[in-house]
């Protein structure tokens, strides 16, 4: 008796062997888990990734404010071409001057009539007053295109019948407007003193008066002698003088 009970004792701590096998995986399932948990403590712990840095994204970017950084031409392309000039004398030709820069460009001799009569008109701001030939010149036929600031250009007749630019010729002018002087500022009454601070002249008396000449190719006539003699006319390439 005393044995069948130690055996019943032992059958009912043991419990049947499923529950022992199941008892088992419980506990070795735990113990995994707990082996992972460990390992992905241990990872993330030991390794910091580095901050990177993402970039913006086009639309939150700023942009760039280019307005103030590139000049913003608000000319029409009409006020480009009108700029303001004005003429100045030089010996065998005549110079447009831009006002705002000072840079010239020359209207060479052999400009037809048909562009430079427009040109000068559109420079003056005023018609040309009159055109029309003079045949009594010693170098032959020319036509003369005035202006009222005292302006004349002569045009020679070639072969093909066009009228070239051959001179010019300046005198006191109709009107109180701008009268053309050269570069130096020498023009139509000033005197022999300022003429000879800017050019080196030689004068002569003649049956016009008191000429003078410089060796450029610019001539002209003073309306008495000494230094505050005042140019009265000046001229320079073909003109249609009488002496």
């Known amino acids: 008796m005393r044995n069948q009970n130690k055996t019943i004792r032992r059958e009912k701590a043991s419990g049947p062997p499923e529950q022992s096998i199941t008892l088992i995986h419980i506990r070795l399932t735990k113990a995994l888990a707990g082996l992972v948990l460990l390992m992905l403590c241990m990872v993330s712990c030991q390794s910091s990734p580095e901050a990177v840095q993402v970039p913006a994204s086009p639309a939150s970017m700023p942009k760039p404010d280019v307005s103030s950084a590139l000049p913003v031409d608000t000319a029409s392309p009409a006020r480009v071409a ?85 001179g010019w010729s300046v005198g006191a002018p109709a009107s109180n407007s701008h009268k053309p002087t050269t570069m130096a500022g020498i023009g139509i009454g000033s005197t022999r003193a300022e003429l000879e601070s800017a050019y080196v002249i030689k004068g002569i008396k003649t049956s016009l008066g008191q000429e003078f000449s410089t060796s450029a190719g610019l001539y002209g006539i003073l309306d008495r002698t000494g230094p505050k003699a005042r140019i009265t006319s000046m001229w320079s390439g073909v003109s249609c003088v009488f002496r």
């Not at 840079?103 to 005023?126: A, C, D, H, W, Y």
Request: net charge positive; with cysteine.
């Open 82 to 166: 009108e700029k303001k000039q004005s003429v100045a004398l030089t010996s065998n030709a005549l110079q447009l001057v831009d006002q705002q820069t000072g840079s010239t460009k020359e209207i060479p001799l052999g400009m037809p009539l048909e562009q430079m009569v427009p040109l000068l008109n559109k420079v003056f701001s005023r018609k040309v007053s009159n055109v029309g030939v003079n045949s009594e010149c010693g170098v032959g036929p020319l036509k003369m295109a005035s202006w009222s600031n005292g302006l004349t250009v002569a045009f020679q007749q070639k072969k093909g019948g066009d009228w070239l630019f051959a």
